[in-house]
């Protein structure tokens, strides 16, 4: 079968092509914006790739089109599509039918914290022998793709609430009718899509509704809004999380190191063992209490799981040391909300101490970008020693109202190359730089430790 990608280089559909070129399928795609790693890694597997979204890529007709979630109508390629009656299907469709049917799928969902725990709920059934099937929204550590497709009936899955496609406006986790879900927590998000919390949390009530009555829902049991969803409607055995030992908890967490790097898990108040980890942060300790549940669920032992986790290796761009010049490190890290932002730069303060914590924050995601969180992006910085805000002239909000209130340590700039010439410019030996974003920040990190490297 040929299967054609529209907005194949997204880490998702591009996680989709691999697992359809895996699955035996003839594979060929197209992307507005085609570059490496993406480009490079789907030309290993010998998948074509057209630039743009012309109509001329659907001559000859392939079997099916998968339509990603970037594409909308007016695109040439869209039109031809619906004018010809190619058959397509979204890529949450095309997976469920066409991999995830007869699979023991393992979910994991929630505002924060999807990329990792599914990174680590992988890697823990990898571990144990299991050689599952996973599609990650990132590179995980101790693996050298974001997808496979896996030889067990075992198939790891991020479930993302975001819209499917132009065509179709349910959530994405809706398709995979998973056996075992993990819920890690819920807030407001993507405000591009949802009006407010009450649409996010319809979104969640209706994938409970989809879990069977022999599967396993895991979730945080000190996250009330996952509670009123659960209170709505859930015919499925449940196991609560939180590493304080919240009630409803069967699985918590007893701290012995100050930067959350080791811990002991326990289960009903039993100890069963501990974690030793690179990993920091209080959310990590969740986001694993969470993935040894899930595994549990497959059958894999706790002790296993613990034992995989310590050599967990982490996900790309979640606190990643991304280099150091003179004394000065800095580190690459996804988080676009307030609470992502906060729980970080915690964790990182844990971990240096007394040392300079410096942030720098790209407000890149829709919903930032709409200034929803404006008036709480100041109390999740509060844990940083000094602040920059990249504040282009086109970002809607004034971010330098969220700078006045940090007082004198913070500062906006309006380029990518003034905020450079200023970190360069200020940054000292010891210094600890954490740069959030949600997309490529313009290629900071790498211009920052060149520019540091060119000042010694």
Partial sequence: MHVHILGICGTFMGGIAAIARAAGHKVTGSDQNVYPPMSTQLAALGIDIVQGYGAEQLDPAPDVVVVGNVMSRGKPVVEALLSRRIPYASGPEWLARAVLRDRHVLAVAGTHGKTTTTSMLAHILDHAGLDPGFLVGGVPGNFDVSARLGSSPF??????????????????????????????????????????????????????????????VVHNAADANLDDVIARGCWTPREGFARDGAAGARWSARLTGADHSRFEVLLDGVTQGAVDWGLLGAHNVDNALAAIAAARHAGVPVAAAIEALGRFRGVRRRMELVGEVAGIRIYDDFAHHPTAIATTIEGLRRNIGQARLVAVLEARSNTMRM???????????????????????????????????????????????????????????????????????GGIHQKLLAELKARR
């Fill in 155 to 216: 198939f790891v899955i991020e479930a993302d609430e975001y819209d499917t496609a132009f065509f179709d406006k349910r959530a994405k986790f809706v398709h995979y009718h998973p056996r075992t879900l993990v819920l890690n927590n819920l807030e407001f998000d993507h405000a591009d899509i949802y009006p407010d919390l009450e649409a996010i949390k319809r979104q969640f009530s209706h994938l409970l509704r989809i879990v069977p009555g022999d599967g396993l």
């Fill in 371 to 441: 200034g929803v969180h404006k008036d709480t992006l100041a109390g999740s910085l509060t844990g940083a020693d000094a602040v920059y805000l990249f504040a282009p002239p086109d970002l809607g909000w004034d971010a330098g109202a969220v700078a006045r209130r940090l007082g004198a340590h913070a500062a906006t700039e309006p380029t990518i190359d003034a905020l450079l010439a200023r970190l360069s410019k200020e940054l000292v030996a010891g210094d600890h730089v954490l740069v959030m974003s949600n997309g490529g920040f």
